[in-house]
């Protein structure tokens, strides 16, 4: 048997520290866009989508419902963490608080509240439109 012929590994184990990388770098700049610019720019669950799907191509996750469930699925975590953290930003900078203490403080029905309140139409749509993009690149 020559050396060539031995069946090639792949990195399945890559996979999973590549999509909390990309949780947390599209979740970050999500929250950083939105903080600077003071709106809810909701057109960056569509580039979470993109990132998460390439992540978990990167990361050699094969095709299949595993990946487009973790895709789908990762990007309303992103949206819902990303919303989370810009009310949480906005009511503790009228309380005197930082944004990770007030966000620890903040009840789920307060950030429900406060979510619905600031999202209009448009960022719902955006969220929609991410949904179908995760899908469609985690094929």
Do not use: C
Not at 3 to 14: D, G, I, M
Not at 90 to 114: I, K, V
Request: net charge positive; aromatic share 10%; charged share 5%.
């Amino acid at each position: 048997m020559s050396p060539t012929s031995a069946p090639a590994r792949s990195a399945h184990w890559l996979w999973p520290p590549l999509l909390l990388l990309g949780v947390v770098t599209a979740t970050l700049a999500w929250l950083v866009i939105a903080l600077l610019s003071g709106r809810q720019v909701g057109w960056m669950a569509v580039l979470a989508a993109l990132e998460l799907g390439f992540m978990l191509r990167l990361g050699r996750l094969q095709a299949g419902p595993l990946r487009i469930g973790l895709t789908v699925a990762f990007t309303l975590v992103v949206a819902l963490a990303a919303n989370w953290g810009i009310a949480s930003a906005y009511l503790g900078g009228s309380l005197g608080l930082d944004p990770w203490n007030s966000a620890l403080r903040m009840g789920p029905f307060m950030a429900a509240t406060l979510i619905q309140l600031a999202n209009g139409v448009g960022e719902w749509l955006w969220l929609g439109v991410a949904l179908v993009v995760a899908w469609w690149v985690a094929k």
